[in-house]
T-cell receptor, first 112, second 115 residues
Framework: QKEVEQNSGPLSVPEGAIASLNCTYS??????FFWYRQYSGKSPELIMS????GDKEDGRFTAQLNKASQYVSLLIRDSQPSDSATYLC????????????FGSGTRLSIRP | EAGVAQSPRYKIIEKRQSVAFWCNPI?????LYWYQQILGQGPKLLIQ????????DSQLPKDRFSAERLKGVDSTLKIQPAKLEDSAVYLC?????????????FGQGTRLTVV
């Protein structure tokens, strides 16, 4: 069974600080990785995708991938109250076709 | 570009009744997913279509759930009969194709309450 593991939180971070969210996955052959943000009562929206080892930056968001350790992380710099949401890690377990599996999500709360 | 459309947005039914959800993916997207999201959990993949063929339905409770994607465009997910534990948000998502580096785009979901 393909698995994606996340700490459910809640993770509480002061406004302006860096929030660090982590994710591990079970299949070493996985090739693409996504972070989705989900506000309460809303559907998930894609905020970052990463495909190769290293860092990928987009504005205040940085995704980090380490395939050897089967580990993906998301850093949010200068955290804002509007960043308070659940962050879902998703992994594309590709064999003959894509299969996108989600973790349980980490609830992030930015305190003023 | 229009997003993934789902209907209805909300549905309340009694246990043992049947219910159907409809999804229209982004135009041109070959891959369509149905996910079930129970409160406090991540989305769980129920079934995945590539055009009008099923790619994966290993997590679909086939004794009560069924899905189809006729003509490879819109899709319907049905539950018959519903159980209390089916209360969840049912999310439809689509991707341009089934290749490895494509993300999924979600509709607004259908919130099902079984009483």
């Amino acid at each position: 069974q393909k698995e994606v593991e996340q700490n459910s939180g809640p993770l509480s971070v002061p406004e302006g600080a860096i929030a660090s969210l982590n994710c591990t996955y079970s299949d070493r052959g996985s090739q693409s990785f996504f972070w989705y943000r989900q506000y309460s009562g809303k559907s998930p929206e894609l905020i970052m995708s990463i495909y190769s080892n290293g860092d990928k930056e987009d504005g205040r968001f940085t995704a980090q991938l380490n395939k050897a350790s089967q580990y993906v992380s998301l850093l949010i710099r200068d955290s804002q109250p509007s960043d308070s949401a659940t962050y879902l890690c998703a992994v594309n377990f590709y064999s003959s076709a894509s299969k996108i599996i989600f973790g349980s999500g980490t609830r992030l709360s930015i305190r003023p | 570009e229009a997003g993934v459309a789902q209907s209805p947005r909300y549905k309340i039914i009694e246990k043992r009744q049947s219910v159907a959800f409809w999804c229209n993916p982004i135009s041109g997207h070959a891959t369509l997913y149905w996910y079930q999201q129970i409160l406090g959990q991540g989305p769980k993949l129920l079934i995945q279509f590539q055009n009008n063929g099923v790619v994966d339905d290993s997590q679909l409770p086939k004794d009560r759930f069924s899905a189809e994607r006729l003509k490879g465009v819109d899709s319907t997910l049905k539950i018959q009969p519903a159980k209390l534990e089916d209360s969840a948000v049912y999310l439809c998502a689509s991707s341009p194709n089934f290749r490895v580096n494509t993300e999924a785009f979600f509709g607004q979901g259908t919130r099902l309450t079984v009483v």
